[in-house]
């Protein structure tokens, strides 16, 4: 049982003192730009909620916010029950398991521009493996920086190669945390394959799946760098998710206002989401 | 149990794909690669690779690299530890708020605070160094240290800390000496996140620095500007920023897994 101690706090102090230093002062930087207007040499005049109004009825960024949820939506789709199925397919003891784990994790600590260039050259049509493999020897005409499909494909292919691991690790490290007299139990109960996972392993990964699903949610719907270094939003506007847009008006247009408003929007559907998915996922430990 | 094993073999021939297309193209020239397909090097060349470590501008972005991911990770476990211990340990005014709110600071789109950041570390002359892009990784990285140490911590009796106590152990002496060993898979398993994080993050970095401290995967761009295309060295620099990931993940593998399986995360 925990015990109550105020004093704990300065214990916490360090870690609010940094973390507030980075998440606070900026944020309010954002905040008063997305109230302002500006005229160059910083000269600057109250707005009031113009711009959020603005770009709350901008089709512009109603057809990003489209695109940032279906590619969530499919990333978590396609990565989630794959993670699962492969951490439940792998060795639970010897030598390889070690082995897998360091290779699967592998993808991850690929900085993330370098993912991007990565999956650009070997997806060319003509000098990269996949590019050359589709359009000379399939015969599918494959070419993301023309097909706007092809390049969703080729998006989501990178995400998956990416990032299931993380699925795939956290699913494994909970099945491992699994005792074997849950196995044995089920088998003297004659349970089968889908019952031993429906109410055996399921449950027991279910912790480490809301990490998993969370931190999938957050990082994939922010997701900047590895689809900008590929496609650049292109073809036309087909790949443009909602961090490239804000990146091409703030940076591009340097329009700093509706930027602003836009990011605070942003901010606060994808606290919204976390915390449906917090609060779903965390509701039966309640009861 | 054989036919199970084809499905994790599939996903590493998967994952290993274009990292064997990365590497193949780095010990290609320019030339070879503009000119057509091949699957091996044709002419096999350390081109490439000499360029990188010859020339101080690249192999200085390595240097810089390297140092702000360990000033940051070394920064984020030290203050993580005692708040993690604090939330293992006791109820206090506010506790799963704060918790909560550490949590967030992962969701802030990092396209979007890229200015502000690059104004706030002006504002405190901090531009350009290291240290500015420690400190602003520290804004992903603690939460997640804070959550994974929890997690660990709770998996420690209590009982621990009391017996020490009863000892005569004061709790600086008891949280070093008896604490932090008993945790030290944890600490890895730490530390190796907060590696990931930081040496990934790009846009913060490339922010954050202009010529001191610039990253790796900031110079790489250059490739893409000053001659052309340099396909051959994109792909050699690309290769070597895997090396140290790869180092590091080897010498953690033990925990990864054992690591997860214990307590909340």
Redesign the interface.
């Known amino acids: 049982m925990?015990?109550?101690?105020?004093?704990?706090?300065f214990?916490?102090l360090?870690?609010?003192l940094?973390?507030a230093?980075?998440?606070l002062?900026?944020?309010m930087?954002?905040v008063n730009y997305s109230v302002q207007e500006t005229f160059g040499d910083n000269v600057f005049f109250w707005q009031g909620l113009d711009w959020f109004q603005q770009i709350l009825r901008s089709d512009r960024f109603h057809a990003a916010l489209g695109r940032q949820f279906l590619f969530t939506f499919l990333i978590l789709i396609i990565e989630v029950p794959l993670g699962i199925?492969?951490a439940l397919?792998?060795?639970r003891k010897g030598f390889w398991?070690?082995v897998?784990?360091?290779?699967?994790?592998?993808?991850?600590?690929?900085?993330?521009?370098?993912v991007g260039?990565?999956?650009n050259?070997?997806t060319l049509p003509?000098?990269?493996?996949?590019g050359?493999f589709l359009n000379?020897v399939l015969g599918i005409n494959y070419d993301m920086t023309q097909d706007p499909v092809a390049a969703w494909v080729t998006i989501i292919t990178m995400d998956v190669?990416h990032w299931?691991?993380l699925v795939?690790?956290?699913s494994?490290?909970?099945l491992?945390?699994i005792p074997d007299a849950y196995y044995q139990a089920a088998k003297i109960d004659g349970a089968s394959n889908w019952a031993v996972f429906r109410f055996i392993q399921l449950p027991k990964m279910k912790?480490?799946l809301t990490?998993a699903i969370?931190?999938r949610f957050?990082?994939s719907?922010?997701i900047?760098?590895e689809p900008f270094v590929l496609t650049g939003g292109g073809p036309g506007n087909s790949t443009t998710l909602?961090?490239?847009d804000?990146?091409k008006i703030?940076?591009g247009q340097f329009d700093?206002g509706p930027?602003?408003a836009?990011?605070l929007i942003?901010?606060a559907i994808?606290?919204l989401v976390?915390w449906l998915f917090?609060t779903l996922m965390t509701k039966d430990d309640q009861n | 149990m054989q036919k199970r094993s084809i499905v994790p073999i599939v996903y590493i021939l998967f994952l290993m794909l274009p990292i064997y297309w990365l590497v193949a193209m780095s010990f290609k020239t320019t030339n070879e690669i503009l000119s057509g397909f091949s699957l091996f090097p044709q002419t096999f060349t350390l081109e490439n690779y000499t360029t990188i470590f010859t020339d101080p501008s690249w192999y200085w972005g390595y240097i810089n690299s390297i140092l702000y991911v360990s000033i940051n990770t070394v920064i984020s476990i030290a203050v993580a530890l005692p708040a993690a211990y604090a939330f293992s340990r006791y109820r206090f005014l506010g506790d799963k708020q704060l918790f909560f709110w550490l949590l967030t600071n992962r969701m802030a789109p990092a396209a979007v605070f890229a200015l502000p950041f690059f104004q706030l570390y002006s504002a405190v002359e901090l531009f350009d160094t290291h240290l500015a892009v420690a400190l602003a990784h520290c804004l992903f990285n603690i939460p997640l240290a804070v959550w994974i140490l929890e997690g660990f911590m709770g998996g420690i009796p209590k009982e621990l800390d009391e017996t020490a106590f009863v000892d005569g152990y004061s709790f600086p002496r008891f949280f070093a000496t008896i604490f932090i060993p008993s945790i030290k898979a944890g600490v890895g398993v730490a530390a190796f996140f907060c590696f990931m994080f930081s040496w990934v993050e790009l846009l913060l970095a490339k922010t954050l620095t202009a010529v001191a401290a610039k990253p790796i995967a900031a110079t790489m761009t250059k490739t893409a500007s000053s001659a052309g295309y340099e396909l051959g060295l994109l792909a050699a620099a690309g290769t070597l920023t895997i090396i140290p990931g790869a180092i590091v993940i080897w010498f953690v593998r033990n925990y990864i897994a054992k690591g997860f399986a214990m307590g909340r995360v």
Do not use: R
């Open positions: 925990k015990t109550e101690n105020q004093k704990a706090w214990f916490v360090p870690v609010l940094l973390v230093f980075n998440a002062i900026p944020m930087t954002v199925a492969i397919s792998m060795p398991v070690p897998c784990l360091v290779l699967m994790a592998l993808p991850m600590l690929i900085p993330w521009n370098v260039a990565m999956w050259i070997f003509d000098i990269g493996l996949l050359y000379h190669w299931t691991s795939v690790l956290l494994y490290a909970g491992v945390s912790t480490v990490i969370l931190l957050m990082d719907f922010n900047y760098t909602l961090s490239i804000l990146v703030a940076l700093l930027a602003a836009m990011s942003y901010f994808t606290l976390s917090y």
